[in-house]
């Protein structure tokens, strides 16, 4: 069965604090996995396209690593911010697909 | 337009009527995919379109959703004899070509509620 599972489902931490956010998939077939961030009643905003031939991809303070052997991928942070506060979405696309498929999210609280 | 939108970003509705959900992708995108978000979970692929055709359907649920395209780039989503199960957010993005190495962008969605 293909799954996609994020840990923690929830996740609060006070500001400038570094943290690591995971997702761990069944199928090492992927093409590529994606990081997405969503606000509340809004759309899903890309913020990390990690290839299968990749291992890391970097934006700003967000870097996203990614292991097919062991099936897992992680989403760091640096210097976490208030107006990082957001469910942040993983997803899989898998060879020769075209639709993502994603896991259920991690919510994101960053305290002042 | 400088992003994908969708209409109307709310719809309530009574059980067993019939719904139509209207996404605009961004300009000259190709592809276009429809996905639905239930509360405390991620997206689910339901259709992909490429130009005016459907090029994967795989993820519609039954035959009561059907979503059309045709003229390639407004995309109406229509489901029949609406059920509470259906309520929903319904998400549109479109990519530039279908690609694999391209990025997916999302409108706002469409928050279906079926009383």
């Known amino acids: 069965k293909q799954e996609v599972t994020q840990i923690p489902a929830a996740l609060s931490v006070p500001e400038g604090e570094n943290l690591v956010l995971n997702c761990s998939f069944t199928?090492?077939?992927?093409?590529?996995l994606q990081w997405f961030r969503q606000d509340p009643g809004k759309g899903l905003t890309s913020l990390l396209l990690?290839?299968?031939?990749?291992r890391e991809q970097t934006s700003g303070r967000l870097n996203a690593s990614l292991d097919k052997s062991s099936g897992r991928s992680t989403l760091y942070i640096a210097a976490s911010q208030p107006g990082d506060s957001a469910t942040y979405l993983c997803a899989r696309l898998l060879t020769g697909a075209n639709n993502l498929f994603f896991g259920t999210g991690t919510r994101l609280t960053v305290i002042p | 337009g400088a992003g994908v939108s969708q209409t109307p970003s709310n719809k309530v509705t009574e059980k067993g009527k019939y719904v139509e959900l209207r996404c605009d992708p961004i300009s000259g995108h190709t592809a276009l995919y429809w996905y639905r978000q239930s509360l405390g979970q991620g997206p689910e692929f339901l259709i992909y379109?490429?130009?005016?055709?459907?090029?994967?359907d795989s993820g519609l649920p039954n035959d009561r959703f059907f979503a059309v395209r045709p003229e390639g780039s407004v995309s109406t989503l229509k489901i029949q004899r609406t059920e509470r199960g259906d309520s929903a957010v319904y998400l549109c993005?479109?990519?530039?070509?279908?690609?694999?190495?391209?990025?997916?962008?999302f409108g706002p969605g469409t928050r279906l509620t079926v009383l």
């Open positions: 990690i290839q299968s031939s990749q």
């Open positions: 993005a479109s990519s530039s070509s279908g690609g694999a190495t391209d990025t997916q962008y």
């Open positions: 199928d090492s077939a992927i093409y590529n």
């Open positions: 379109f490429q130009g005016t055709g459907a090029a994967d």
